[in-house]
């Protein structure tokens, strides 16, 4: 498919290229392509060499990784977003694999290039390794959230994630079937089904991708949000990339604790 010039605005809007001269943004997309791929299209599997920097500009992604039959679910993304960056900066394999979940354009950038502008340009360099920051801490929240959080919290806490995200409004449509939300939870879906029908007694309702919060106070008592394992962007910013997702929640425990 042709680059169209609004793409590569989109691209050049991320925290990742923003900051970069046009020069050095035309070298690192010089060798880019851009490719629709229907659902279920598997664009990496773990263990392969990763030559390109994903950016998602339409459609889902799901990261998953597999050990021993299993499989579950990493990260769900959306545009515009970037993935598999550590592995490309390493010039490494993959440790999870991609997967589009719908009908989806993903602009492939070579790694190759990517490394060169940072050996190139110091600021961009810089740029990477924060973006880089930005994602170990979402490893360490996620990490948090699985040991120290039964099933029920942590579904608590995603609901009232989800919330916020969208407005805050009471009623609020669940981004993902029921089956990629029990295994991005680490639940199974029979044990998602039964700590829905447990949130009923804290006033949760749900209908179909629809779940409403009839009760937010019984259900945050039980959730007990922390800013040191929940991220919480501001309403409507959900393609925040890592980094500004760090920066941002962080800012808010400091204003929380102050």
């Known amino acids: 498919m042709p680059i169209r010039s609004v793409d590569l605005e989109r691209v050049r809007a991320l925290s990742l290229f923003a900051g970069i001269s046009d020069d050095l943004f035309r070298d690192v997309l010089g060798g880019a392509f851009l ?14 060499p990763v030559d ?14 597999t050990w021993n039959d299993k499989a579950t ?6 545009p515009v977003s970037t ?16 997967h ?67 407005g805050g409004d009471a009623t609020f449509t669940l981004p993902h079937e029921k089956r990629v939300l029990a295994s991005l939870l680490g639940m199974t879906p029979e044990n998602l089904s039964r700590a829905f029908a447990s949130l009923g007694d804290y006033g949760v309702t749900v209908n179909g991708p629809q779940v409403t919060i009839g009760r937010p106070t019984p259900l945050q008592r039980l959730a007990k949000p922390d800013l040191l394992i929940d991220s919480r962007p501001p309403a409507g910013e959900a393609a925040l990339s ?5 920066r941002w929640t962080g800012a808010a425990q400091v204003r929380a604790a102050s």
Do not use: H, W
């Open 35 to 48: 490719q629709r791929f229907p659902a279920g299209t598997t664009l990496l599997t773990e263990g392969d």
């Open 100 to 166: 589009t979940l719908e009908t989806s354009n993903i602009l492939m950038v070579s790694g190759e290039a990517l490394r060169r502008a940072m050996r190139r340009d110091a600021g961009f360099c810089f740029t990477v390794a924060q973006e880089l920051a930005g994602c170990y801490g979402g490893v360490v929240r996620a990490l948090k959230n699985q040991k120290l959080r039964g099933g029920i919290e942590r579904l608590a806490n995603y609901l009232i994630s989800q919330q916020a995200r969208q």
């Open 83 to 98: 993935f598999v960056l550590a592995s490309v900066v390493l010039d490494s394999t993959g440790l999870m694999s991609a």
């Open 73 to 78: 679910t990493l990260a769900v993304l959306t």
């Open 242 to 246: 890592a980094a500004e997702v760090e």
């Open 52 to 65: 390109f920097l994903y950016v998602l500009l339409d459609g889902a992604v799901e990261l998953e990784g």
